[in-house]
């Protein structure tokens, strides 16, 4: 089992900016893809990023594209989501999991953790 621990989220104004971190603990990690999630209030749990375990590729949503680095740490066990100029529809509950690979991620299939109390970005507007 591999558990994830999120971090970094906050209450930041339009068009700020905030870094979330993610941790990955257990028995795999490192050559697994990587991923961020969101999920907001009443909504489902949606893909936003994922990052391959080189971190040669990374895919983005078209919501975040632009606006949101998804890159992978030394450790290769974690990685950060650096949002800029975030909106209020990024108002969320953001996770992190980690698959076989980018895709597998980014249709949320095979996903191998066991998803974490996710770390809360509230953006006023």
């Known amino acids: 089992q591999v558990q994830l621990v999120e971090s970094g989220g906050g209450v930041v104004q339009t068009g700020g900016s905030l870094r979330l971190s993610c941790t990955a603990s257990?028995?795999?990690?490192?050559?697994?893809?990587m991923g961020w999630f969101r999920q907001a209030p009443e909504k489902e749990r949606e893909f936003i990023a994922s990052?391959?375990?080189?971190?040669?590729?990374?895919y983005y949503v078209d919501s975040v594209k632009g606006r949101f680095t998804i890159s992978r740490g030394n450790a290769k066990k974690t990685i950060s989501l650096q949002m800029n100029n975030l909106k209020p529809e990024d108002t969320a509950v953001y996770y992190c999991?980690?698959?076989?690979?980018?895709?597998?991620?980014?249709?949320?299939?095979?996903?191998?953790?066991?998803w974490g109390q996710g770390t809360q970005v509230i953006v006023s507007s």
């Open positions: 999991n980690l698959g076989p690979s980018i895709q597998a991620v980014a249709d949320m299939r095979s996903l191998l953790g066991n």
């Open positions: 257990g028995r795999t990690g490192e050559y697994y893809a």
């Open positions: 990052i391959s375990s080189t971190s040669s590729n990374s």
